[in-house]
């Protein structure tokens, strides 16, 4: 089963969001070329109050997506800074036994593979590492904050991690992969050696490992495989 990217999603919702404005604009048109009082009437009032709202929901969508997408552009830059020796990649999707997913960025030496989801939250994220849920603090103007509960990415990214294993090691690669979270905006009380907010430290904990688990051949064969 296909899935669509993040950057899919995002013109998805900018195309629903004029469709829905083309449907008003209909709507509107025919009320003025055709005012009369009835059930048409109501089905046509029904009609425009349905499209606003979906307006509003797929602009919502839109801006976390937009936001989503952004995050992970500043993460590559970071990425970039990493010695030549190591080769990044970006939005990298996966598929095995119909498990989607798409890795945000991929780092790949003689070292072995890291794998970076990036997550932006303008706030402060809690919870412990098992939780399925972290509670998300958002900070609103005059103050005030909201609080609200999001997928755990420890979850997320142990399963992109599942998903890489398996693709390789159908392919005869096994090796270890291991998987870092990057916080662009945000806090994090959460205690794990997996998530990082600042981008020294990330740098320095990937270039950490030392033992070298890939050859040329290996690597050459991993980036066919994964059409890199």
Not at 26 to 49: E, K, N, Q
Not at 112 to 124: N, P
Not at 168 to 180: M, N, R, V
Request: hydrophobic fraction near 40%.
């Amino acid at each position: 089963m296909k899935r669509f990217t993040i950057r899919q999603k995002k013109y998805l919702s900018l195309l629903g969001i004029m469709l829905c404005v083309i449907e008003i604009i209909a709507c509107l048109a025919y009320l003025i070329t055709h005012f009369s009082f009835g059930l048409c009437l109501l089905y046509i009032v029904v009609a425009i109050v349905i499209a606003i709202l979906l307006i509003r929901w797929l602009y919502k969508q839109y801006k976390i997506l937009n936001a989503g997408i952004k995050a992970e552009k500043e993460s590559y830059k970071v990425l970039k800074h990493l010695p030549k020796e190591y080769k990044v990649y970006k939005n990298i999707p996966l598929e095995f036994k119909n498990q989607c997913t798409e890795l945000d960025q991929l780092i790949m030496s003689q070292y072995g593979i890291v794998i970076v989801e990036t997550k932006s939250y303008s706030g402060k994220l809690l919870g412990r590492v098992d939780d399925q849920q972290w509670t998300y603090v958002k900070h609103l103007p005059k103050g005030k904050t909201q609080t609200t509960k999001i997928k755990n990415p420890l979850v997320q990214l142990e399963r992109e991690t599942y998903i890489l294993t398996r693709i390789l090691k159908k392919e005869h690669i096994e090796i270890p992969i291991i998987g870092y979270i990057y916080l662009i905006k945000g806090e994090c009380e959460v205690e794990t050696n997996q998530l990082f907010t600042n981008n020294d430290k990330l740098l320095s904990v990937i270039q950490s490992h030392k033992n070298k688990v890939l050859s040329k051949n290996q690597m050459k064969r991993i980036k066919e495989v994964l059409k890199l």
